[in-house]
Nanobody, 124 residues
Framework: VQLQAFGGGLVQAGGSLRLSCTAS????????VGWFRQAPGKEREFVAAISWIGGRSNYADSVKGRFTASRDNAKNTGYLLMNSLKDDDTAVYSC??????????????????WGQGTQVTVSS
């Protein structure tokens, strides 16, 4: 299984970005898609997760109301729409898959597959 997150970039504070997570070697619909981020000098932290049919989602308090996780199982792609970006959102964002597809856990160790991240830089 290979995952790849892309769509990051440099954006001004208050702006928006949409990250995508594509999977190869498996069918995304069998997993929960999670998003995590890691800023320089900080530990990796949970951002969002969405269950396989999109019926359940979970968000970190710091992004609630600003970020939206979604998925298109037909395209084998997960998405993270990030609005109202702040300086504190600057980090490398990674996507991950959890085989417990009914769960939307915040625990990184619960995820089975990880992809390379994409850098998001928010400038004020």
């Amino acid at each position: 299984v290979q995952l790849q997150a892309f769509g990051g970039g440099l954006v001004q504070a208050g702006g928006s970005l949409r990250l995508s997570c594509t999977a190869s070697g498996t069918t995304l619909s069998r997993y929960t898609v999670g998003w995590f981020r890691q800023a320089p000098g900080k530990e990796r932290e949970f951002v969002a997760a969405i269950s396989w049919i999109g019926g359940r989602s979970n968000y970190a308090d710091s992004v609630k109301g600003r970020f939206t996780a979604s998925r298109d199982n037909a395209k084998n792609t997960g998405y993270l729409l990030m609005n109202s970006l702040k300086d504190d959102d600057t980090a490398v964002y990674s996507c991950a898959l959890d085989r417990e597809w009914t769960e939307v856990t915040t625990i990184a160790d619960a995820y089975d597959y990880w992809g390379q991240g994409t850098q998001v830089t928010v400038s004020s």
